[in-house]
């Protein structure tokens, strides 16, 4: 992460996980496991005069109410904007015939996460065309250039 702040979701420090209570602050988005994993809009916490949060669909329409615990309630992350690779060598399991490439995910919100790309026999052989395809292109192009 950044550390820039993300607007749908609390400042819950390095804690938030699996097991890491989830307590929406007002205007987070959180996803209500009891009705389905709907995306909600807190509009009113359990604090402020109600014994359950109060949850709005982000485009409008009917209030649906959530235990105060927030059991049921769960983090809605940014969505992810694109993947750039991290200077790091692949890796190749031959048990697994599969590849792995160190990426960092971009997120809408500006934050940024480090993760692994998993490539199979047939994904690593596309890979590779698809890069000679982008190689041969680039030198076309150079070799356009005054």
């Keep these: ?3 820039r702040p993300t607007p749908h979701l609390p400042s819950q420090g390095a804690g938030l996980g ?26 009113l916490l359990p604090r402020d005069g109600a014994n359950t949060y109060h949850l709005r669909p982000p485009s409008g329409g009917e209030v649906w109410s959530t235990p105060a615990d927030g059991t049921t309630l769960r983090p809605v992350p940014a969505k992810v ?13 031959q048990r697994a015939s599969q590849g792995s490439l160190a990426i960092r995910v971009h997120h809408e919100d500006g934050s940024s996460s480090e993760s692994v790309l998993i490539l199979t026999s047939a994904d690593m052989e596309r890979l590779n065309a698809q890069t000679e395809r982008i190689l041969a292109k680039r030198e ?6 005054p």
Excluded at 82 to 87: F, I, K, N, Q, S
Excluded at 140 to 145: A, C, F, I, P
Aim: no cysteine; net charge negative; glycine share 12%.
């Design 1 to 3: 992460m950044t550390g």
């Design 18 to 43: 699996t097991a890491a209570p989830f307590y929406p602050q007002l205007g987070d988005l959180a996803a209500d496991t009891a009705k389905g994993g709907r995306v909600g809009v807190v509009v």
């Design 81 to 93: 904007t694109h993947a750039t690779l991290l200077p790091r060598d692949a890796v190749y399991d």
């Design 140 to 145: 076309r192009s150079l070799g356009d250039s």
